[in-house]
């Protein structure tokens, strides 16, 4: 029916509830601003959602980018570093206009997305990819030696990349 919902560790806004619901879910509740029946107009159909321990990227059928949660680290892709991102909030276009966001990964302290193009975008704090003297950058770069990427997947401690055919 187009609805998402979140459940488990609420401290920083990780299940992106509102301002009002920070608190643990044990049970799936129904995040509002991104669910058909919760806010009142269609966004579009959630497509892909990556989570990490602390922050939750969506990505629309329409391509738009939805981020929520701790993104004290840069990884929110706003050029700024905002310690709780309570629900979800909208992203407008982080990658160059030529390119055309396909997939999303949610790291501990870092994002990354993908383009249809097959190349890859990093963000926020850490390992970014970018070599030894970035560690920490607050709007996404090409991680120019990866391309003709088709899958990424990040977890709060790695990232990986496969490249090659479907």
């Known amino acids: 029916q187009g609805n998402l919902y979140s459940m488990g560790w609420g401290a920083d806004g990780q299940l992106g509830l509102g301002p009002d619901s920070s608190s643990d879910r044990a049970t799936p509740t129904l995040i509002k601003r991104l669910s058909l029946k919760g806010n009142g107009k269609d966004l579009g159909r959630v497509k892909e ?16 980018l939805w981020i929520w949660g701790n993104a004290e680290y840069g990884q929110c892709m706003v050029n700024k570093k905002i310690d709780r991102i309570l629900e979800p909030m909208h992203i407008p276009h982080p990658i160059p206009d030529n390119e055309v966001i396909a997939s999303v990964a949610a790291g501990g302290t870092f994002g990354l997305l993908l383009s249809q193009n097959g190349n890859v975008y990093t963000c926020g704090y850490g390992a970014l990819g970018l070599g030894p003297d970035k560690t920490q950058i607050l709007m996404p770069e090409q991680i120019e030696s990866l391309s003709g990427i088709r899958k990424i997947v990040a977890s709060t401690d790695y990232a990986a990349a496969i490249n090659g055919k479907f």
């Open 49 to 64: 959602i990556s989570s990490s321990t602390d922050f939750t990227f969506a990505l629309l059928e329409n391509k738009e």
